[in-house]
């Protein structure tokens, strides 16, 4: 079965440098959701499309921002990156709210 | 916010027994979702709960959603070496906005199985 996909799968950036990572859901899920995870840490929520709308948002920095395309697949956009944001990204889709969340393999986002 | 407290933190059993986590929070949750996660890899979805007092089963792997619905656990019996992993609960609830889209997790249990 299909799954999400994520690109890249690892990124390395400098400080104030940009970045972004691309989502694609899985086929017919109409609900996107990022995640961040820190060492040893669990994921923690940033932000949530529901049919290409902002449907939640959590702790997302305003350095960061997010958007959902037609074709359902969503891309977060990361500016002037800080060493503390070296982290796993996570995207998760789901068919309507709130079913099952699907995660991706995620993108490791590390800034030197 | 809300916080789901899961214990334990690790364990650490000989294959062919059986194991038990738990999250509990004060808040009270619509859904509960167990996840495995294995390094450097997204959370794999177990087993979904979406009513009170539901226990489901796949495989070797029982959880339950509380009657109270602010806790679950999750068993694993007849642990396998590939067992391995940290194991997170997670689930949905209705803020204050009416907003549930988000996940929370607990803080994983981490999960070591000696052959």
């Known amino acids: 079965a299909a799954g999400v996909i994520q690109s890249p799968r690892h990124l390395i950036k400098e400080k104030r440098e940009t970045a972004t990572l691309k989502c694609y859901p899985i086929?017919?899920?109409?609900?996107v959701y990022w995640y961040q995870q820190g060492p040893g840490q669990d994921p923690q929520f940033l932000i949530s499309f529901y049919e290409k709308m902002q449907s939640d948002k959590g702790s997302i920095p305003d350095r960061f921002s997010a958007q959902q395309f037609s074709d359902y697949h969503s891309e977060l956009n990361m500016s002037s990156l800080e060493l503390g944001d070296s982290a796993l990204y996570f995207c998760?889709?789901?068919?309507?709210?709130?079913?099952?969340?699907?995660f991706g393999p995620g993108t490791r986002l590390t800034v030197l | 916010g809300q916080q789901l407290n899961q214990s334990p933190q690790s364990m650490f059993i000989q294959e062919g027994e059986d194991v038990s986590m738990n999250c509990t929070s004060s808040s009270i949750f619509n859904t509960w979702l167990w996840y495995k996660q294995d390094p450097g890899e997204g959370p794999v979805l177990l087993i979904a709960l979406y009513k009170a007092g539901e226990l489901t089963s796949n495989g070797r792997l029982t959880a339950q959603f509380g009657i109270t619905r602010k806790d679950s656990f999750l068993n694993i019996s007849a642990s396998i070496p590939s067992d391995v992993g940290i194991y997170f609960c997670?689930?949905?609830?209705?803020?204050?906005?009416?907003?549930?889209?988000?996940?929370?997790f607990g803080k994983g249990t981490l999960l070591t199985v000696n052959p």
């Open positions: 998760a889709s789901s068919s309507g709210l709130p079913n099952e969340q699907f």
């Open positions: 997670a689930g949905h609830t209705i803020n204050s906005g009416g907003s549930n889209y988000k996940l929370t």
């Open positions: 086929p017919r899920h109409d609900t």
